[in-house]
C-alpha cells in the first residue's frame, strides 16, 4: 500500500512539473502532418478549380441545369431530413417511453434498415416497383398497364428517407435513455398533462440528440451518389460524376466546389442551432418507466411494423427473389461473380482500417491529453473528409493522379488514401474516447520508473484503449466495403470490389448478378450495427 502511495505522488508531482509533457514536438509534428494529409484533397480540388477562368466559372455557375442541380440537391435534403425526423422520433419515443410489445425485436428491425447502403435499396425498390419490375409483372395479367412512376424526386425521397431515418432513430433513442424520468415526474405534479410535460421537459433535452440524427440525415442525403443516380434524379453528385465521365472536368470540378460549399453552409447552421439549444444537464439515469398505449398499441404495431417492411422487408425480399431466379452461378451478360471480388473488397478494407488506425493514434492520443487549440485543430481537421462527399474526394484525388503524382494514378495505394481521408474521424474518435478513460497518473508512473514516453505508452496506455481501437478499426472496416463514389472514380483498372460489381451489372440491367455480392454487403454491415445495439445493454427489453 505504502509503494503504491508513493507511486501515485511521484506521479502527481511529475503531471505538475510538465503539465504539457504529453503534447512533444514529435508527437504534435506527427499529428499536424496526419491532419495536413486528411485537408489536402480540398486544396487539390482549389487548384484545380482555379484553372477555370473567371468569366467560365460564372457562366456555368448560372446556366439554368446547374440551378436546377441546386435547387434539386436543396429540396432532396430537406425532403429526406424532415422525412427521417418525422419517422425516426415517434420510433424512438415508443421503443423507449412506452410498453410497446416485444420492444427488443422493435428496437432491432427499426435500427437495421441503416446497414443497407442506399444505392442496394434504390437499386431493389427499382427492382420491384419499376416499369419492368416484379411487381409489374404480378400485376399486368389483372389489366395493370401502368405503375406510380418510382424515378425522380419522389422516390428519391422515398428510398433515401427508408434507409437513413435510423440516423435520427439511435440519436434520439441515446437521448431518451439518458433522460432523468424525475424531471418529468416534476412536471407532472405541478399539473401538466403528459403532452405538456413531454412538450417542456422531454423534448427540449431530447433535442441536441435529434439535431444530430438530422445533421447526419442531411449530409448523406446531399452526398449520396448511388441513389439519386438509380432514380434518374439530377442532383450535385449524380452531375459531377456524369460530367466526369463526359469529360467535362472543369464543369464537375465547379460542381464539387458548389457542393462543398453547401456542405459547409449545414455544418454551419448545425453549428449555430446546437449553440442555441443549450446545455441540458441530467443528474441522474432513473429508468424510464414504461407507459401504457391502451387502445394506441394496435395502431403503433401496425405502423411500426410498416416502416419494418418497407425499409427492409422489401429490399431483402427482392434481393432473396433474385438471388433464387438466378443462382450464384448464373453469367448473364458476361457478369459471372467471383469471390475474388469480395477478397478485393476485403483487402482494401482491412489496409485502410490499419492505416486510419495508425493515422489516428497521434491525434486521438494528442486530443485527449492536451489543452492546446493546436491539439483541438487538428483533431478537427481529420473531420474535414468525413463531411466532403465521396464523389468529391474521388475527383480531387483523380486530378491529383492524373495531373501531378501519376505514379500513383489508379493504384492501391490512392484508393486506401480515399478510404482513410474519408473514415479517418470513425477511428479518432472511438480511440480519443478510450483514452479520455485511462488516467494519465498510470502513463507518469510508468515514465517515472524509467520508461521513455513510447515504452509508457505501449505498455500501459495501448493494452488499456485496445478495446476502442479494434472498434474504431472495425467500423472503418465495415464502411470501406460499403464506399460506392470514390470506388468508381479511383480503383485501379481490372481490380473489382463487390460494389463496383454490384454497380456494374445495375448499370446493365442484370439485377440477379447483383443479389449476392449485395447480401453479402448487408450481412457483413449487420454486423456492425448489432454490436452497435448491444452496447445498450440492460436499456433494451
Known sequence: MATEDRIERVAEQAARESDDDESRPGLTLVAGAVAAAVVSPVAWLLLRASEVGLDQALDLMVRPTAVQVLVNSL??????????VLLGVPMAVLTVRADLPFERFWTVALALPL??????????????????????DVLAPLGVERLPAIYGLEGTVLVLTLFVYPYVFLTTRASLLSFDESLFEAARTLGHTRREAFRR???????????????????YA????GTPAIMHFDVFT?????????FGRDTAALLSLQLLAVTAVILAVESRVGRDQGDYASRGSRRVRDRSLGWWTVPALAALALVAVLALGVPLGVLFMWLGRSGPAYAGGGFAFEWTYGLNSAYVSAAAALVSTLAALPVAYLAARS?????ALFERATYVGYAMPGIVLGLALVYLGATHVRSVYQTLPLLVFAYVVRFLPQAVGATRSSVLQVDPRLTDAARTLGQSSLGAFRRVTLPLIAPGVVAGAALVFLTTMKELPATLLLHPTGFETLVTYIWGVQEAGYYGQAALPALALVALSAVSMLLLLTQEGKDVK
Open 75 to 84: 429540396l432532396l435534403v430537406v425532403l429526406v431530413t424532415a422525412g427521417s
Open 115 to 136: 446497414v443497407v447502403p442506399s444505392y442496394i435499396g434504390a437499386f431493389a425498390y427499382v427492382s420491384a416497383f419499376g416499369p419492368r419490375g416484379a411487381l409489374a
Open 201 to 219: 421537459v422531454v423534448l427540449p433535452r431530447i433535442l441536441p440528440g435529434i439535431t444530430a440524427g438530422a445533421l447526419l440525415v442531411a449530409l
Open 222 to 225: 446531399l452526398s449520396d451518389f
Open 238 to 246: 449524380r452531375s459531377i460524376y456524369v460530367e466526369y465521365t463526359n
Open 371 to 375: 489543452r492546446s487549440r493546436l491539439a
